[in-house]
């Protein structure tokens, strides 16, 4: 099976190279003009390159994903508890948004996909 290889170049020529099934990156732009109270946006932006994430399994590749991000850059646990809320706080508002505007007939037929969905990954083995 053919692998996804990323190669990120940083710096003066320094390289860093992803290799996976699949590969996601992340851009941000403006964040330190942003904490210097400028009035630009925080601006980001992905990449994902290689085979799909099965649904049965994306939140927790993401969840797994973000978990790891943020323990990677912080060293105090606590730091890492509160930036994992604070972010669950940001997904929950979304979510809570985004839920506002379907009908009941939208919720259930994704709710029965994605049982479906888990039923075939579960047991179409």
């Known amino acids: 099976m053919n692998k996804t290889k ?3 170049t940083y710096g003066d020529n320094c390289q860093k190279e992803l ?3 699949t590969v996601i990156c ?13 009035t630009q ?8 390159v290689g085979k799909a994430i099965s649904d049965p399994i994306y939140h927790l590749v993401i ?3 973000i978990n790891e ?3 990677n850059t912080n060293t105090q646990k606590a730091q890492v508890a ?7 706080d940001i997904l929950e508002k979304e979510s809570r948004e985004i839920r506002s505007g379907l009908t009941n007939r939208e919720i259930k037929e994704c709710l029965d996909q994605v049982m479906e969905n888990l039923f075939k990954a579960t047991f179409g083995r």
């Open 6 to 8: 990323v190669t990120i």
């Open 63 to 65: 969840g797994t994903l």
């Open 82 to 88: 509160i930036k994992l809320h604070n972010i669950a």
């Open 19 to 21: 290799n996976g099934d």
């Open 69 to 71: 991000m943020v323990a």
């Open 26 to 38: 992340f851009t941000v732009s403006g964040a330190n003009e942003f904490l210097k109270d400028d």
């Open 41 to 48: 946006p925080v601006n980001s932006c992905t990449a994902f």
